[in-house]
């Protein structure tokens, strides 16, 4: 039971690479999910059925079944439909975008539901007087509804941010090298997988539970000022 | 075996595996909620730390310390019971891994879920008035005696609705375990894709399993918050005068 | 200023009692006591601390600083069993905590069963004896949710005096009710009063301290500013702050 903790050190570099993909994907998906997850709540909260339908019936699909599953989904087939529709062989679509796609499209389902729920809690007074004053229905929902919606609900997509970080691990089971990936095949060249995953799961701890202590004190101001 | 046959195995250990975990993540999640609530300072700092550990650090990474690192760091003796004895102990029928696998998963899957079930436990008792609190001590109970009667009956019933939702989680999250080889329903819809290339098929029938497997549970949550319902009370949307 | 205590020890007895939250101070040397049989109306305004002092007699509210005694025994001591203490006090709430998930008559037998030691056949005829005196005895197997307030109220009155206590607390027994309800509960505190139960009892009903009030404590901003009798309390000139108070309780 030996350990040497120098093998981090020696491997910083994999590492880094490693956790520069995961905030990458993050990123990614966080902008992502956000836009696309907007729409699809307005969409699901739409009068027209055709609109409304095929929403929640994505977003509940995607909510049902795992996370690993909808990457599977996603991955595997978007280089299918890719090639489909531009007739190319051969690999259109690479892993990365693959997997960006797939936790974007993840990502947007949950957001939906949060975004929904932050829309409705608006006072439906809200945009009756936004068209009472003459705006259109996007008029509306761009300068009144949604930066209301959006403000209330900051804490909780806050905390679904930092859900999202943490789930950026799963590319792990399409091969992608993100921090857990690189430490993984670090493991396994050097055959110091305790130390690593171990440090792994340390910096995991140190990012998301610094991350959600800023939410909780973002949380305190934002009470006070309401 | 036939793909349906890969299938069925498929979901049986999403099955055994979820419902495994559960037991741990509700029983060991009640007493930390509770625990919380309580003005017993030492229990309620380990419950916090138990709880702000498990999910801050992502699903796999767990998986990855429980199955790689646990062996290793525990007394020799345990981790080679782990990894030799523990496999031979038990054959699994349909599995292409042993006891070691399916224990390390379940372990994992139920210490995480349990920090989440810690908090809906602690969010319900909370959302209790203080004055029932007070009418139990008032009658002359301890403290335990007002947990007991007073504040888990009423507590275990409001959250009911975000317990189901973590429920349907763990069912989701078994798929975790693939990663340290085993072959629940996502693994295999997985496999069957790489045979046969069909992987549209393969993955839409593990998809539409796992939709079945949710309808059901939601509707079981369902039927158990109707048989617990208590005639009159506010959330309730029936009763009342 | 204070009423002087019957010749054999005070039921309840608070002495110089001080609490604080945090730097806030919320009571201020409180002293008074309530004798055997004794009916004490405690009034003031809201903010006064008065529903703090009556918590602080059962021990519900702690306090930092002096003492209480209820029949001898001396609530501040950690030593002493509070669950044994609080079983001998009876209490009723502003919002009547019945416990919900259970039906009346549960609510009647539970703490007699769980505390007192008794059989359910004796709690149940022990309950259900005090249930038919607040005249509720038809709704022994209705929830608690399916009662109106005032029901819901004499219920829980009736659930405290199955524990047959020694005196009872009532924090703003009628403030949760709706006006038509409450002379239903005043009548069975004035009942209650009129066989001579010790009762401290937090409200601003004040026709109600006119009937069967001995005493009135005036509580304003953490101390006890009048405590005097009925007849004194009402009928002469008490300090300007009672003054103010009473006026503007007594237009309606």
Same mark, same amino acid.
């Given at each position: 039971m030996d350990f040497d903790w120098a093998v981090i050190v020696k491997n910083r570099e994999v590492l880094w690479d490693g956790m520069k993909l995961s905030l990458k994907l993050f990123g990614i998906a966080l902008a992502g999910g956000i836009f696309f997850g907007t729409l699809l709540a307005m969409a699901r909260l739409s009068s027209w059925k055709i609109l409304s339908m095929p929403a929640t019936g994505f977003v509940n699909l995607i909510r049902s079944i795992p996370f690993i599953m909808a990457i599977f989904w996603f991955y595997f087939l978007t280089p299918m439909l890719v090639q489909k529709l531009t !007739? +190319? +062989? !051969?690999?259109?679509?690479g892993p990365m975008t693959s997997a960006i796609v797939a936790f974007i499209m993840v990502e947007s389902a949950y957001y939906s539901e949060i975004i929904r729920a932050g829309i409705q809690s608006i006072p439906r007074g809200q945009p009756w007087a936004a068209y009472a004053l003459g705006m259109n229905y996007w008029q509306a929902m761009g300068t009144v509804v949604l930066p209301q919606a959006f403000r209330n609900m900051t804490p909780i997509m806050l905390t679904q941010a930092i859900i999202l970080f943490q789930d950026t691990s799963l590319v792990y089971v399409v091969g992608l090298k993100d921090f857990l990936g690189a430490a993984s095949k670090g493991g396994q060249l050097t055959g110091r997988i305790v130390e690593l995953y171990v440090f792994v799961a340390f910096v995991y701890f140190l990012i998301c539970f610094g991350a959600s202590y800023l939410v909780k004190r973002l949380n305190e101001k934002i009470a006070v000022i309401r | 075996m036939t793909y349906l046959g890969w299938l069925a195995s498929g979901t049986m250990w999403t099955l055994l595996v979820s419902i495994c975990a559960w037991v741990i993540a509700f029983t060991l999640g009640s007493v930390l909620g509770v625990i919380r609530t309580t003005p017993l300072r030492i229990p309620r700092a380990i419950a916090t730390a138990y709880v702000e550990v498990f999910r801050n650090i992502p699903l796999l990474v767990q998986m990855f310390l429980w199955y790689f690192v646990m062996p290793e760091v525990v007394p020799e003796r345990v981790g080679l019971y782990l990894k030799q004895e523990l496999p031979n102990l038990v054959e699994l029928p349909f599995a292409q891994f042993s006891m070691w696998e399916f224990t390390a998963a379940v372990l994992c899957l139920g210490t995480y879920t349990a920090s989440r079930v810690a908090e809906q436990v602690r969010a319900g008792i909370l959302a209790l008035p203080r004055g029932q609190t007070n009418a139990g001590l008032a009658m002359g109970f301890t403290l335990p005696q007002v947990y007991q009667f007073v504040l888990l009956p009423m507590g275990y019933r409001l959250i009911i609705p975000p317990m189901t939702s973590e429920f349907l989680t763990i069912f989701k999250n078994s798929s975790t375990a693939l990663t340290i080889g085993i072959l629940e329903l996502t693994a295999q819809s997985r496999q069957i894709s790489e045979y046969t290339f069909k992987t549209f098929e393969a993955f839409t029938a593990a998809t539409l399993i796992y939709v079945v497997i949710t309808l059901t549970v939601i509707y079981l949550m369902r039927w158990l918050e109707g048989r617990l319902a208590v005639p009159g009370y506010i959330s309730q949307a029936a009763g009342g005068h | 200023m204070n009423a002087t205590a019957p010749a054999?020890?005070?039921?309840i007895q608070i002495k110089d009692v001080s609490k604080w939250y945090g730097t806030f101070q919320v009571l201020t040397d409180c002293t008074t006591s309530v004798a055997k049989g004794e009916v004490v109306v405690v009034c003031g305004p809201s903010g006064s601390g008065k529903s703090t002092l009556i918590k602080a007699v059962n021990a519900l509210e702690p306090f930092q600083k002096g003492e209480i005694y209820v029949d001898g025994a001396p609530v501040h001591d950690p030593k002493t069993n509070l669950s044994k203490l609080r079983s001998r006090i009876g209490m009723v709430f502003q919002n009547f905590e019945l416990f919900p998930h259970m039906k009346i008559r549960e609510n009647l037998t539970i703490g007699q069963m769980k505390v007192l030691g008794r059989s359910r056949e004796q709690a149940t005829e022990h309950g259900l004896k005090y249930l038919d005196r607040v005249g509720l005895i038809a709704q022994k197997d209705k929830y608690p949710g399916q009662l109106s307030g005032g029901q819901q109220q004499r219920v829980a009155i009736a659930r405290a005096l199955s524990m047959d206590p020694i005196a009872m607390l009532f924090d703003e027994p009628t403030s949760a009710l709706d006006p038509e309800m409450i002379n239903e509960v005043l009548d069975v505190m004035v009942g209650l009063a009129k066989e001579g139960m010790t009762m401290m009892c937090v409200t601003h009903e004040m026709g109600f301290a006119r009937t069967v009030a001995n005493r009135v404590i005036f509580m304003d901003r953490g101390s006890i500013v009048e405590d005097c009798t009925k007849d004194e309390f009402f009928n002469t000139q008490r300090s300007e702050r009672a003054q103010q108070f009473l006026s503007k309780i007594l237009h309606h």
């Open positions: !007739g +190319q +062989q !051969g690999e259109a679509v | - | 054999a020890g005070p039921m």
